[in-house]
């Protein structure tokens, strides 16, 4: 327990908190969940790890408004971009396909065989907080199993199929692969072509947006592409 005391104020903001929240209903409190889950108990549901003084200093003040906390299954997501990276991957390696007759983890399904799909544009809120439109891309990946087709958002599909496949965009007529910048001065090295994204592709079709501007490989699939045409 730490040396910091509440002062009245802070009490009563932490009471008026813990009055509005229904049994089961979740309290967000900056890098800390809570979910009540008692008459008198909430249970840590995430934090980060430097608020680590901050969830000790709830419990400070729970204790003193003679609440308890369990926070001993919380998850704590740290505070290293690598390290958050791994724990949210390994998280993902134990998604499992939605249909409830079938238990196949995703990221032993063909990721390969996913498809991106275009919603089209949908509301969106900008980095200054004002509201826009922007393109919506979901992909979908066919469970091996049931063939259950899984929505999933892109950065999502990014955790289990790896950045490779993250940054691969196939249609029917051709696939475009990223290339990392030393990938790129040795395709120009030796010679090879490639392809520089925008918006669309080589033959007009909408680009995930993760790829525009990015420099790529181009694999024709179909002789109805203008490259096969050329």
């Known amino acids: 327990m730490i040396a910091w005391q509440p002062t009245d104020t802070d009490l009563a903001w932490t009471r008026t908190q813990l009055d509005a929240l229904g049994v089961g209903e ?4 900056g890098e800390m969940k809570y979910q009540r889950t008692g008459e008198a108990e909430l249970t840590l549901l995430t934090r980060t790890e430097r608020a680590t003084e901050a969830h000790a200093r709830v419990l400070v003040a729970l204790e003193a408004l003679e609440w308890g906390c369990v926070d001993d299954d919380a998850i704590v997501t740290p ?8 724990q949210a991957q390994e998280f993902a390696r134990e998604w499992r396909c939605p249909n409830e007759e079938c238990e196949t983890l995703l990221v032993d399904c063909d990721l390969d065989a996913a498809a991106w799909v275009n919603m089209g544009m949908q509301p969106a809120i ?3 907080g004002s509201e826009m439109e922007a393109e919506r891309w ?7 199993s049931c063939a259950t087709p899984v929505p999933m958002n892109p950065l999502d599909y990014a955790l289990i ?12 007529e051709m696939t475009y692969r990223v290339l990392s910048r030393e990938q790129t001065i040795a395709l120009i090295d030796e010679g090879g072509e490639g392809f520089a994204l925008g918006s669309r592709g080589i033959n007009g079709e909408a680009i995930p947006p993760h790829m525009q501007g990015a420099f790529c490989t181009v694999e024709v699939e179909s002789e109805t592409s203008l490259l096969e045409e050329e």
């Open 138 to 144: 979901l992909v979908d990946v066919p469970c091996s």
């Open 26 to 29: 979740v309290w967000d409190a």
């Open 126 to 128: 900008a980095l200054d």
């Open 161 to 172: 199929a790896g950045d490779d496949l993250f940054h691969t965009f196939s249609t029917p």
């Open 79 to 86: 505070d290293d971009p690598v390290e958050q990276l791994q």
